[in-house]
């Protein structure tokens, strides 16, 4: 249960590395040169599927919740999210709609795509200036993993950090705090970039082959 209250929290991101010279040192970014710098990784990835693995760990360390499931994603809004165990729900958005589908309950909701405008997953989509104005943002190397720390300028942002790991040029892990302290870590596998244009019906609601694994 407590999977399907952060999900819609959670920033579904691939993107290939790129990185200045200067970045590429254990150190520290500045933000506006970074914000360049992840905005134009955001755009190397037209479309995405991967397999993941999801972990939330409270503020105590303690885990709460462990899930897997698969994901997909289409420039410029379109997103696929469904956890496989330990139960099924379906997070997915055309850009237009929002559909929130859970099986086990037979209960499926919809909004405005435009209601969850000031969530992470709009990070997908930035551009330079928007990820500078609206995230603190540094880049580092660690341990050979090229990672972005993004922080919401605003307080009423959903989460108070966003870590994004990378190993070679996939995304290989997110981490994200939320108010509480409590840590959701995702770690994606078996991922596929810009492979083809995905086919639009993946990321809109159908009753007749909802919950199917993709």
């Known amino acids: 249960m407590l999977l399907r209250i952060v ?70 809004n379109q997103l696929r999210w469904e956890i496989i165990e330990p139960y099924r729900y379906l997070v997915l958005t055309n850009g237009e709609t929002l559909w929130r ?54 307080k009423d942002a959903e989460f108070t950090r966003l870590v994004l790991a990378f190993t070679g040029k996939l995304l290989s892990e997110m981490q994200l705090t939320d108010k509480l302290g409590q840590e959701t870590t995702i770690a994606l596998t078996e991922t596929r970039l810009n492979r083809k244009k995905l086919a639009d019906k993946l990321f809109e609601f159908d009753s007749a082959g ?3 694994e993709q």
């Open 210 to 212: 909802a919950g199917s």
């Open 101 to 154: 589908y859970d099986p086990d309950f037979e209960q499926l909701s919809t909004e405005s795509f435009r209601s969850v405008a000031q969530t992470p997953m709009l990070i997908l989509a930035a551009s330079a200036a928007e990820l500078d104005g609206q995230y603190l943002i540094e880049a580092k190397t660690v341990e050979g993993e090229q990672q972005f720390d993004l922080k919401p300028r605003s």
């Open 7 to 76: 999900l819609l929290s959670l920033t579904l991101c691939a993107y290939s590395v790129y990185a200045a010279d200067s970045d590429k040192a254990e150190g520290v970014g500045a933000s506006p040169k970074t914000a360049a710098a992840l905005a134009t990784l955001l755009a190397d990835t037209q479309s995405m599927q991967a397999k993941f693995s999801q972990r939330v760990v409270s503020d105590e360390g303690e885990l709460l919740e462990e899930s897997r499931g698969s994901m997909a994603f289409q420039r410029p």
